[in-house]
């Protein structure tokens, strides 16, 4: 971002064109984002950031005292995190409406029963994986259980 500080101070360019600059970079940095699993603290400095990089192209300083909802307004974009949440369950989606015998397909359903508390086998136990997984992420997204998510996500145009 401070490599761009050129083109932020250029008089000639419009806020607009500005804008779709950043955003352009932001959906570039963001590719793949589907598949992260971060912490509420990795996305806040994320949006933090984000929010950082709009008042400095629309020239709004920290003693102006406008919201980050003001700023988000004036700039017309959203979240990192709004973008990322719904990347993240279209893939879930997508991968969910797969045929039954597509390993993808399969994978999500044991990761969907075991997020539900059904495990695999009795000797099956979880060793050392992250703290949040993908499908941790899905169940705080939508805000139902991981099989929930998965009889949802059938539904193609509510998805």
């Known amino acids: 971002m401070k490599r761009l500080d050129c083109i932020w101070s250029q008089s000639k360019l419009s806020i607009a064109t500005k804008l779709r600059i950043y955003s352009m970079h932001v959906i570039y940095n963001t590719y793949g984002s589907e598949s992260w699993t971060f912490t509420q603290a990795d996305w806040k400095r994320l949006d933090s950031f984000h929010l950082q990089c709009q008042r400095r192209i629309l020239h709004i300083s920290w003693y102006d005292f406008v919201s ?13 995190s709004y973008i990322v949440c719904k ?3 279209g893939l879930f989606g997508h991968v969910a409406r ?5 390993p993808a397909n399969q994978i999500l359903r044991i990761c969907t029963k075991t997020r539900d508390g059904d495990r695999p086998s009795q000797e099956w136990r979880r ?8 499908i941790h992420q899905i169940c705080r997204d939508t ?16 998805w």
């Open 127 to 134: 060793v050392n994986g992250p703290p949040t997984t993908w």
């Open 98 to 102: 797969l045929r039954s015998y597509a």
């Open 68 to 80: 980050n909802d003001e700023v988000l307004r004036r700039s017309g974009l959203f979240d990192v």
């Open 87 to 89: 990347r993240r369950l």
């Open 143 to 158: 805000g139902v259980t991981a099989t929930e998510a998965l009889d949802l996500a059938w539904d193609k145009p509510f």
